[in-house]
């Protein structure tokens, strides 16, 4: 039984601590605010971000981040991406060789246009080489909280890192498939989010199947070719990181960036949705910083293009829509 220490008490890092705390001997949780810290660590509920579930006994919960890496044998990073790299520099003090770092943070750094497992390495770097183990795939937290069974991907240019997060991290409810395609993971996780808020714009202006069917397929295609171009596998697209993220984020309820679309289409502006949600919408950040990943690649992103008019330039959202109906016919 090893040691697992999760950076990030959001809503997914509370409810990973959750699902694995019976497969390691001892669990710490970093909270970085450190009011929620203490709330926690008496209650043993995240009131915050995953209220009504209740952490088992043996779950640590600190605000010191020393504190959850000493001795840790597993270190998950869940963090927002727009700090991780903050996150990952306070960390390195306390990082040794013998770790098994593991991401599982859907984003793209702004202006290094790095993925998070990138920035992990290009900072634990600076001491010593890590090989960094990516996770993702169709998962929202309450539903993993709640032991509804769920199957995400391990990804990792060491296949031995790979194999052995897939042997910690899966139980009965929670079933892990290892792939060596770690860009596919992680671009398949961050672009999904564009998608997401475009299918909320769909459902916010009252368009039906026919038109979340096109959204969804024509996003994926996007997606592929954005992700190949990155040097991603097209088959990886296709699996749980590509195809069953996507149909997830743009389907499900809970889903906070298709929630950031209905509300654009409802009318608000971006400012007051973010200001109003909890959590992180990822695939707000995420737009911007792939379509300009796509210019450095050149590739066509008409989907990335029309959700980038609409977060940043203030299109209307059925404008949008419009637009990617009448662009020039060409096959499939």
């Known amino acids: 039984m090893s040691e697992l220490a999760i950076a990030g008490g959001g809503s997914w890092g509370t409810a990973l601590a959750l699902v694995l705390s019976s497969r390691f001997s001892r669990v710490r949780l970093w909270v970085h605010n450190s009011e929620l810290a203490e709330r926690m660590a008496e209650s043993g509920e995240n009131d915050t971000y995953l209220p009504g579930f209740l952490l088992p006994r043996h779950v640590e919960i600190s605000a010191s981040l020393g504190e959850v890496l000493d001795r840790a044998d597993v270190v998950l990073v869940v963090t927002p991406s727009q700090h991780v790299r903050a996150t990952a520099t306070a960390m390195l003090p306390f990082l040794d060789p013998a770790m098994m770092i593991v991401s599982a943070i859907k984003g793209l750094e702004a202006g290094t246009l790095l993925r998070m497992s990138e920035v992990l390495g290009e900072v634990a770097g600076t001491r010593f080489p890590m090989p960094i183990a990516v996770l993702s795939g169709p998962a929202f937290a309450r539903e993993v909280a709640a032991g509804d069974p769920t199957a995400l991907v391990v990804a990792s240019a060491e296949p031995e890192l790979a194999r052995a997060i897939q042997a910690l991290f899966s139980g009965p409810s929670f079933r892990l498939y290892t792939n060596p395609d770690v860009a596919g993971v992680e671009l398949g996780g961050a672009l999904k989010n564009i998608i997401a808020i475009a299918a909320g714009v769909c459902h916010g202006l009252n368009l039906g199947s026919n038109s979340l069917a096109a959204l969804v397929t024509r996003g994926l295609a996007e997606i592929s070719r954005l992700a190949e171009a990155c040097g991603a596998h097209g ?79 203030g299109k209307n959202p059925r404008q949008g829509i419009g637009e990617l109906m009448e662009r020039s016919l060409k096959g499939e």
């Not at 996507?246 to 007051?272: I, M, P, Q």
């Not at 995420?286 to 940043?312: C, E, F, G, M, N």
């Open 235 to 313: 088959r990886t697209l296709a699996g749980l990181a590509g195809l069953g993220d996507l149909v997830l984020t743009c389907t499900g309820e809970l889903s906070r960036n298709r929630h950031v679309g209905v509300e654009l289409a409802n009318g608000r502006r971006l400012e007051e949705i973010l200001a109003s949600m909890p959590m992180v919408a990822e695939g707000v950040q995420t737009t911007y910083t792939a379509v300009d990943l796509a210019r450095r690649h050149k590739v066509d992103v008409p989907i990335a293009d029309q959700v980038y008019a609409i977060l940043r330039l």
